[in-house]
């Protein structure tokens, strides 16, 4: 039933992620701050779920569900990858930076509130 | 009712990526806690990604429903951003320096060559179609 828990989870997670995917693309920012942002908040709330959720079965689906779908590493590295092609290194440094120093920092600030 | 046509067409990719990712979690579980499964289906997704956007869907003639599930559902929910933190937190609190600097380092370094390798892998498959269509 596990496997129920975590697809059901997961598939929330990633279909709120293509909304946001859709809105970043009537912003005009030539960076890819909509994946920065989901895999910050993502993280922050994996530490508020990880640090408050005692329930195994309701962790897997809000935890390695819900966020694992709502958070995407693919996403991030062709989206780095990209920056790299065109060449816009610094933009490619940045956001390697924001997303792993913030991210990080957001899953240990998520523990703790 | 295009937004449940969308929900259904993730929810079909998002269940079975999340799914493979749980199950190498599960198939790959150390006694030191490293976590094997994560970085398993990261790096992996990491490549398959820009390969499948810039050379298996013009080559098949993918549709772009068939996209939406396969990378937006399948690889976006098989690969995680969030358990990697998590990961990362883990074995910092373990005191487990070695394996932390290791983990960190093959998942960010090795994330990124896995996408450039994608990258390449879809322009040279592309270019050998290119070239063997001409030679016809």
Known sequence: ?113 | MQKVKTFLIIFIGAFIGSNLRYGEGLLFKSSNGFPYGTLVANLTGAFILPFLIHYLQDRYHLSSRIILALSTGLLGSYTTFSTFTADTYKLYQSGNWTLLITYLTITIVGGFICALLGNYWAATRAFMDCAGRSKD
């Open chain 1, 1 to 113: 039933m596990t496997f129920l828990l975590v697809g059901f989870g997961a598939s929330i997670g990633a279909f709120i992620r293509n909304e946001l995917t859709l809105l970043s693309q009537k912003i005009k920012i030539d960076f890819p701050i909509i994946t920065l942002l989901i895999n910050i908040i993502g993280a922050l709330i994996l530490g508020i779920f990880t640090a408050h959720v005692h329930n195994g079965g309701l962790l897997l689906f809000l935890g390695t569900g819900f966020c694992g779908g709502f958070t995407t590493f693919g996403t991030l590295n062709m989206e780095l990858s990209q920056l790299w092609f065109q060449r816009r290194f610094f933009s490619c440094f940045l956001y390697f930076a924001l997303t792993y120093i913030i991210g990080i920092l957001g899953f240990i600030i998520g523990i703790h509130i």
